[in-house]
C-alpha cells in the first residue's frame, strides 16, 4: 500500500470478494428470484393471501384459525358465514382448528347454487 491509502475490499453482496453474490470465472452470477423473495417475506412476516368474490387482499392473519380469519372478514368482505374455505388449493372441513401461516392463499367461496 503505497501513500497511506487503506484497500478495502467489497463484503458480502459485491459480487468480486468472494461473497454469496461472487461467481468462479466462468460460471453465471445467480441473482435470487424477486418473488421468491417476496414469498419469504409473506412468510416472515405472516401475511396470508385472502380471496372472495372479487377481493384479492394480504392480511397478517398467521396464526389465526381460519374461523377467526372468516370472522374478521365478514364486516371487511362480506365472507358469510358457512362459506367453504380452501387453503393453497386445498378445501378445509375444520375451520376451527386449521392455523393459517405467513405466504398461504385462503380462499373463500359459496357453494354453488347459493343465492347470495
Known amino acids: 500500500?503505497?501513500?497511506?491509502?487503506?484497500?478495502?475490499?467489497?463484503?458480502?453482496?459485491?459480487?468480486?470478494?468472494?461473497?454469496?453474490?461472487?461467481a468462479e470465472e466462468g460460471q453465471e452470477?445467480?441473482?435470487p428470484d424477486a418473488m421468491e423473495m417476496v414469498k419469504k417475506a409473506e412468510q416472515s412476516l405472516g401475511t396470508v393471501n385472502i380471496v372472495y368474490g372479487p377481493h384479492?387482499?394480504?392480511?397478517?392473519?398467521?396464526?389465526?384459525?381460519?374461523?377467526?380469519?372468516e370472522n374478521a372478514l365478514r364486516?371487511?368482505?362480506g365472507v358469510e358465514k358457512g362459506?367453504?374455505?380452501?387453503?393453497n388449493g386445498h378445501k378445509v372441513d375444520n375451520k376451527s382448528e386449521t392455523k393459517l401461516q405467513g405466504g398461504e392463499r385462503l380462499e373463500f367461496m359459496r357453494e354453488a347454487g347459493q343465492k347470495g
Open 29 to 31: 452470477l445467480k441473482r
Open 1 to 22: 500500500m503505497s501513500g497511506g491509502k487503506k484497500q478495502v475490499k467489497p463484503g458480502p453482496g459485491f459480487g468480486p470478494a468472494g461473497g454469496p453474490d461472487s
Open 75 to 77: 364486516g371487511l368482505l
Open 56 to 69: 384479492d387482499v394480504n392480511f397478517d392473519f398467521a396464526g389465526l384459525t381460519i374461523a377467526e380469519a
Open 83 to 87: 362459506s367453504e374455505a380452501y387453503v
